[in-house]
């Protein structure tokens, strides 16, 4: 019985820290997408004009909290190594 309890406790525990992980991974990536898109767009560079616009988009199509982190760094590494 004291099992079944711990097991409950630890699902409904993973059950609220998915989703606020996932809203806020998705808004500092948002907000950091929102830095690359307005630098791109003042510079007329296409590369962190493009990046704002995946750190904006992203989040609404990965649920998985560890791939949020993943892209996202991965993302706005991106302009760093490609210079266009």
């Given amino acids: 019985m004291l099992l079944v309890a711990q097991m409950a406790r630890h699902h409904c ?6 989703p606020t992980a996932q809203l806020l991974w998705g808004m500092l990536f948002g907000s950091f997408g929102l830095g690359f898109f307005i630098y791109g ?6 590369v962190p004009f493009f990046s704002g616009i995946g750190l904006f988009i992203f989040p609404y199509f990965v649920t998985e909290v560890y791939m949020i982190i993943l892209i996202g760094v991965s993302i706005m590494l991106l302009p760093y190594f490609v210079r266009y």
């Fill in 13 to 18: 525990s993973k059950l609220l820290m998915g």
């Fill in 41 to 46: 767009k003042k510079q007329k560079a296409i």
